[in-house]
């Protein structure tokens, strides 16, 4: 009898870590921070390393999101995860302590074998509802040749935010802040080309 509920504990604790999801806030979780009153960034993107004919992957392809106040401030860690390749991330970035709302920060990609590269710097405005903000679809390789290049990786971002924002609404039902891209994320228009003087 004591086999038959230690087996049946066991295969219970397998099957809800098998259902947990590494790389994103769970729905309860968020959902309390919300109920909570709690001022929150919901970043969310994929990131993916690899797939290159001439590059090569990297080991644990890093996010971080950091936040300094001051340049000779520390660094703070906001939330970092090494995701599985493709994978997509969804992370809540919450206030530091001390601090009314969480007024900038930046996000690095990267891994451990080669180091990180920062990929942008966000300010935000004071406000009193949690929001989303995508980050885009992140692929990072080591770079050819780190030295002379001065950079860790090299990172190429696309855009699906239609279809990350509809994955986040589906996933999150009840967030109903709302939903933009990170600034750097935008395709810009191509620019016309000048005339030629004559």
């Known amino acids: 009898m004591i086999a ?11 099957v809800l870590t098998s259902c947990a999801h590494p790389n994103r806030i769970s729905v309860r979780a968020l959902d309390r921070l ?9 970043v969310f993107g994929s990131l993916s390393t690899g797939g290159e004919t001439n590059q090569a992957a990297l080991l644990r392809p890093t996010i971080r999101f950091i936040h300094q106040a001051e340049r000779s401030d520390p660094e703070q860690v906001l939330w970092s995860l090494a995701v599985s390749n493709g994978d997509r991330f969804y992370a809540a970035l919450q206030t530091p302590p001390g601090m009314p709302f969480l007024d900038t920060f930046y996000a690095e990609v990267g891994g451990p074998d080669v ?3 920062r990929i942008t710097f966000v300010r ?39 279809n990350a924002e509809q994955e986040l609404r589906r996933l999150y039902p009840h967030f109903t802040g709302p939903v ?9 228009a191509p620019a016309a080309t000048p005339e030629r003087i004559r």
């Open 34 to 42: 919300t109920k909570g009153s709690e001022k929150f960034v919901l």
């Open 4 to 14: 038959r509920v230690s087996a049946l504990l066991c295969l219970c604790t397998i």
């Open 124 to 162: 935000l405005r004071a406000t009193d509802a949690p929001r989303a903000m995508y980050f885009g679809e992140i692929r990072v390789n080591p770079a050819q040749n780190r030295s002379a290049q001065g950079e860790r990786v090299i990172v190429n971002i696309t855009d699906d935010f239609q």
């Open 180 to 188: 933009m891209r990170a600034g750097f994320v935008r395709n810009p």
């Open 115 to 117: 180091g990180f590269d």
